[in-house]
């Protein structure tokens, strides 16, 4: 069964207390946390110390940026949240994706960590490309689950086109947010027929 995994973006829509309770649960649910917000090393650790992964949200890297600038960008957000093995692109206008100087001042940077690259499936997508030709460990995300809307059906109706496009690819990767909305809509699907076809897996299962 193929991988099929989802990246949550933590703003802080459930309180630190609950955290620990939902990194509980059974679905490997990867936490991508702002590393200049003020709570995120603590939040961070709390997800990570439940077993499962962190990656970092790639805000601050500018267009045009050279080889220095990507590498004390991603070194200050990797010093912030050490629990991370990944760097995630934002939902949008994103000079990591549409600008091939950025991503080849943050590639190499990344390379030497021994972190992942997370971008969309849209668009020039330099830094995905970059990434592939440096042998970057790499992965495109398919779907944004509430995007346009939050409700349970829609984002259902999302998970089972994601679950097609695993089944294709032989992979898949999907993005939400760390809301109860979006919680409990992934673990009514977790249930489905649907959901059974493939294996739910940590960001690092689908990053190659």
């Known amino acids: 069964r193929p991988p099929f995994a ?7 829509a459930i309180a630190t207390a609950d955290l620990a ?3 509980a649960s059974k679905l490997p649910l990867t936490l991508v946390v702002d590393p200049a917000a003020a709570e995120a090393p603590e939040r961070a650790a709390i997800w990570r110390a439940a077993g499962q992964e962190v990656a970092l949200l790639a805000g601050g890297i500018a267009a045009g940026a050279k080889g220095s600038d990507g590498e004390i960008a991603v070194e200050a957000m990797v010093k912030a949240i050490p629990q991370a093995l990944a760097l995630v692109a934002p939902t949008a206008g994103s000079a990591l994706q549409s600008d091939r100087m950025a991503a080849a001042a943050v590639v190499p940077a990344l390379a030497a960590r021994g972190f992942g690259l997370v971008t969309w499936d ?3 997508n330099a830094a995905d490309q970059v990434a592939r030709r440096e042998g970057l460990a790499a992965a495109t995300i398919y779907r944004d689950l509430s995007g346009r809307d939050d409700s349970g059906p829609v984002m259902t109706r999302a998970l089972d086109r994601a679950a097609f496009k695993a089944q294709q690819d032989g992979r898949a990767l999907v993005f939400g947010r760390l809301d109860p909305a979006t919680i409990e809509a992934l673990m009514s699907w977790s249930l ?10 940590p960001l690092s299962a689908v990053l190659k």
């Open 21 to 23: 309770t939902v990194a």
């Open 192 to 201: 489905s027929a649907r959901a059974a076809s493939l294996t739910p897996a």
């Open 6 to 12: 989802v990246l949550l973006l933590d703003d802080g």
């Open 122 to 124: 849209q668009g020039l």
